[in-house]
């Protein structure tokens, strides 16, 4: 069984940074989408879940929602197994519960919750202006 761990949520200020982290363990050697293909997502309160940013189909590009472009960054360490979002220049809009999520079809857009079928528990991301 897949398991996604988060870490790395806490309270900034605005302007500052934060690291998250996404562990995940239990890919075998016969599944087709690991942190290849991975995303992270976030929701506010009383808001929808929405995709914050993603690896492309094949790995080499990663995406991401305008309002973040520029000031955050996916990647990832293989050997590790661990997917990070490293976000700059936070706002008190980027406050949510962040979380990870394993990719299992491309038949949805990247931001599509749909296409995912592991997720994490969630870190709490807060910004105070």
């Known amino acids: 069984q897949v398991q996604l761990v988060e870490s790395g949520g806490g309270s900034v200020q605005a302007g500052g940074s934060l690291r998250l982290s996404c562990a995940a363990s239990?890919?075998?050697?016969?599944?087709?989408?690991?942190?290849?293909?991975m995303a992270w997502f976030r929701q506010a309160p009383g808001k929808e879940r929405e995709g914050v940013a993603a690896?492309?189909?094949?790995?080499?590009?990663?995406y991401y929602i305008p309002s973040v472009k520029g000031r955050f960054t996916i990647s990832r360490d293989n050997a590790k197994n661990t997917v990070y979002l490293q976000m700059n220049s936070l706002k008190p809009e980027d406050s949510a519960m962040y979380y990870c999520?394993?990719?299992?079809?491309?038949?949805?857009?990247?931001?599509?919750?749909?296409?995912?079928?592991?997720w994490g528990q969630g870190t709490q991301v807060t910004v105070s202006s």
């Open positions: 999520a394993t990719r299992f079809t491309f038949d949805y857009s990247w931001y599509d919750e749909r296409g995912y079928n592991y």
């Open positions: 239990g890919y075998t050697s016969g599944d087709t989408y690991s942190t290849k293909h």
């Open positions: 690896f492309s189909r094949y790995g080499a590009g990663t």
